[in-house]
């Protein structure tokens, strides 16, 4: 009984001390990137909610000659203007204003002038006989009858000249009051003539209504400038007879001797004094129609605006515009948050799906926060350009809906690869088609182009690759705008045919565009994202780069080592589809430390003396390990991108310097010291992480190797090969990357083809006897 107390004693104090149990969920949700996701998503959700706060109580825009999918019936009571009525009523009220005709203002000047200096130009001639010609016409006096008596010229004589007399007088300074008197009358006559209008024939034909409107060149105070006259007020200028009565009435203050003679002069010069005017005719007319209210006509809750399959007018259109309006109005607080909370949810599961897709299929993304903020940010940027696109510009739709979706696509096909793009894009697409209540045949046209874009860049090696790939993708969008627009539209509506070929026109704009914004943005891509394009892996491939031109000096054996392991490695990357570009960079660039000390590194000794032969093992060492130190500051000097300073890095991975290690084995066995650890001697790493760094190393050991070969024939070269590659593989230096067994087989043919092209044997050349005889016999007989 007792051992049995002891023993659960025992185990009561075993389970005491056992860690817990946790759950795998538990686990999971410890971990640093899930809290990440989280914050991301949320943030992701709520921001992408207030971007499309202005859209959410938009209904679905319609567009002309869109066919209705389902009817649209008012939900509240709400007045709309009754366009047809509102115009009819317009077009009444215009065609009721009467025509303007406007006075001819040098007509006035000229007439006014010439009849207030009449009586001081003829204070000059005291007889008939002294005054011109021209002027005698002007004033009636010359004879009209070819026939005329000597009784009737004495008569018409004396009569001219008692005029002469009687205007002479109105110039007469000892007779102030008469040319006071003068100077009233004749501005009265200029009124007087203009206050009846003389219109020419053929206008009076074209415009005569009941009444006409004048606009009198220079009214008195008390007068307006437009007057109403009735057309019997109007004379033509063609009518004489009346135009003889009008003057007449005129002149009537004129002396009785004079009257003819100033009537005459008037007739003389006479011209219409009022032209029609279009300008002011137009413009009465259209304040008339400002002048006209809208007719207003309520319609209840509960009827039908449109039916299935109604075609889409501008009527509709500003009818369902009109019922939205009010129904916004008159929402309670309910329904205006209700939506919204909606669209924040939706926001949270797309953005849910989104990670757990890069959870997935693009683990870089969840492992690096910044990367992560980074995209996001993208996505929503995308997104508020899209939105604020299609409030400035509602009728360019197509291009709001477009340019975002495509340009971030476009973006992440250059950061990440085509599958992780192609998914965001239409994931793009989806939201911004939602947001902006676009018909979701739409989303098809986006998508298209989405498609087009990603499937070109699979490297960028040019700075035109850019703008020719999104001109493409705009002409795939167009097409499928112009088919998408003629499927789901009546093209027979008035509008709706040019609405069509806008939206294609929007389409390959958008794409144009967008191409050219990513090929001026393509630094700041690579900066954000950390990736090195295709394009900037050729210009440092460029020999005339700094840092190559200081290797080709300065470490001339060292760069020939380089510019082989490029070519072997191009060749062993092309062999597994991996980044051949890429490759022969990072060969070009990773021994660029050697450059410090290139003499301690034997192929730049040229058969010279061997300058570690007096350094101890462990400071040869120091030396061999401290080029890959100094290649990375070399680097990071001249800003290479972070995946060449990795090659950089990772060339040599953790392996053991084998030559010093064993040298200072040697040595500690002759002076009986404890052997030195392999730990001690081998590189700090890091292990390549990527299948292009495991190639470059591969090489590197490989090439070296070789070189060091008596006899490298295709048999000990591919046995080399093997070896080395069989070493690297047990020594877990390609723990880090993902290269499989049949990768590594393919890079071992590549190297053993590669090898045997550098190392191939020539056939030797056979001598010439007569030649081999003499320099014989020359030696002989200098010896």
């Not at 860690?19 to 686990?27: H, L, N, Q």
């Not at 007045?79 to 203002?105: C, H, L, N, Q, W």
């Not at 007889?127 to 008569?155: C, F, N, S």
């Amino acid at each position: 009984m007792a051992q049995s107390k002891t023993t659960t004693a025992r185990r009561r104090e075993v389970r005491r001390n056992l860690p817990k149990a946790r759950g795998a969920w538990r686990e999971v949700l410890r971990k640093p990137e899930i809290g990440w996701s989280v914050l991301y998503a949320m943030v992701f959700a709520v921001v992408a909610t207030v971007i499309a706060s202005p859209l959410i109580d938009r209904a679905r825009p319609l567009q002309l000659g869109q066919a209705v999918e389902e009817a649209i019936v008012s939900r509240v009571a709400f007045s709309v203007v009754d366009e047809d009525k509102t115009r009819m009523d317009r077009r009444v009220a215009a065609d009721k204003i009467p025509p303007y005709f406007k006075a001819s203002g040098s007509l006035y000047d000229r007439l006014s002038l010439d009849l207030e200096t009449l009586p001081s130009t003829l204070a000059g001639y005291e007889v008939l006989e002294d005054v011109p010609k021209t002027m005698l016409v002007a004033l009636g006096m010359e004879a009209t009858d070819a026939e005329e008596t000597a009784a009737q010229k004495e008569t018409r004589l004396k009569k001219n000249q008692r005029a002469l007399d009687a205007l002479r007088r109105f110039a007469d300074s000892e007779q102030p009051q008469l040319i006071a008197r003068w100077q009233r009358l004749a501005p009265e006559m200029i009124d007087a003539l203009f206050d009846t209008p003389i219109i020419e024939e053929t206008e009076l034909q074209a415009h005569l209504r009941a009444t006409i409107v004048i606009e009198h060149p220079k009214p008195s105070p008390d007068q307006a400038a437009l007057r109403v006259k009735s057309s019997r007020a109007v004379l033509s200028l063609d009518d004489a007879a009346q135009l003889d009565i009008e003057i007449d009435q005129i002149a009537a203050g004129v002396p009785t001797d004079a009257r003819d003679a100033v009537t005459a002069f008037i007739q003389s010069g006479l011209e219409p004094t009022y032209n029609y005017s279009a300008v002011l005719t137009e413009s009465a007319k259209e304040a008339a129609r400002q002048a006209v209210p809208d007719r207003i006509e309520p319609l209840n809750a509960g009827v039908v605006l449109a039916r299935p399959g109604d075609n889409v007018t501008q009527t509709l259109k500003d009818t369902v515009e009109a019922e939205e309006a009010a129904y916004l109005a008159a929402r309670s607080p309910m329904q205006r948050w209700l939506p919204r909370a909606a669209m924040l949810g939706l926001m949270m599961i797309v953005a849910s799906g989104m990670w757990v897709y890069f959870f997935a299929y693009s683990p870089r993304v969840v492992r690096n926060p910044m990367r992560a903020a980074v995209l996001t940010a993208l996505l929503l940027i995308c997104l508020a350009a899209s939105v604020s696109s299609s409030l400035l510009w509602p009728d360019i739709v197509i291009g709001s809906l477009t340019f975002p979706v495509l340009f971030a696509a476009t973006v992440l096909a250059i950061a990440y690869d085509q599958r992780f793009a192609l998914a965001m894009g239409v994931v793009m697409a989806l939201l911004v088609v939602v947001m902006l209540k676009l018909p979701l045949a739409t989303t098809v046209i986006v998508i298209v182009g989405v498609a087009a874009a990603v499937m070109q860049l699979r490297e960028i090696r040019s700075r035109s690759k850019l703008v020719i790939v999104g001109t493409y993708a705009g002409l795939a969008m167009g097409v499928t705008a112009a088919v998408v627009g003629l499927a789901v539209k009546t093209v027979w509506v008035d509008g709706v045919l040019q609405t069509v070929l806008i939206d294609a026109l929007a389409a390959i704009t958008s794409g144009f565009f967008t191409g050219l914004l990513v090929q001026g943005a393509l630094p700041v891509i690579e900066k954000l994202f950390n990736v090195t394009t295709a394009m900037t892996l050729k210009e440092l491939n460029d020999v005339s780069h700094p840092l190559l031109q200081r290797l080709a000096h300065e470490a001339p054996g060292t760069y020939q080592h380089s510019l082989r392991i490029a070519d072997m490695a191009e060749g062993a990357a092309e062999a597994v589809d991996a980044d051949a570009l890429l490759c022969r960079v990072g060969a070009m660039y990773h021994d660029i430390g050697k450059t410090n000390k290139p003499m301690y590194f034997i192929e730049n000794q040229a058969g010279g003396p061997n300058k570690h032969s007096k350094l101890s093992p462990a400071m040869s060492l120091l030396i061999i390990v401290g080029h890959v130190k100094d290649g990375v500051e070399m680097a990071r000097e001249f800003a290479l991108p972070g995946v060449i300073r990795h090659f950089i890095e990772s060339h040599h991975g953790t392996t053991l310097v084998e030559y010093f290690f064993h040298e200072a084995k040697k040595q500690t066995e002759a002076e009986d010291k404890p052997s030195p650890s392999e730990f001690e001697f081998r590189y700090p790493g890091p292990k390549p992480q990527t299948r292009e760094a495991a190639i470059m190393m591969l090489c590197d050991c490989v090439e070296g190797a070789a070189r060091a070969m008596d006899e490298p024939t295709a048999t000990r070269l591919e046995n080399l090969v093997k070896t080395m590659a069989s070493k690297r593989l047990m020594d877990g230096q390609f723990d880090d990357c993902d290269m499989t067994l049949q990768d590594l087989s393919r890079i071992e043919k590549a190297l053993t083809k590669s090898l045997c092209a550098m190392y191939h044997q020539r056939i030797k050349y056979p001598e010439d006897k007569k030649l081999s005889d003499t320099a014989t016999g020359k030696q002989t007989a200098a010896g």
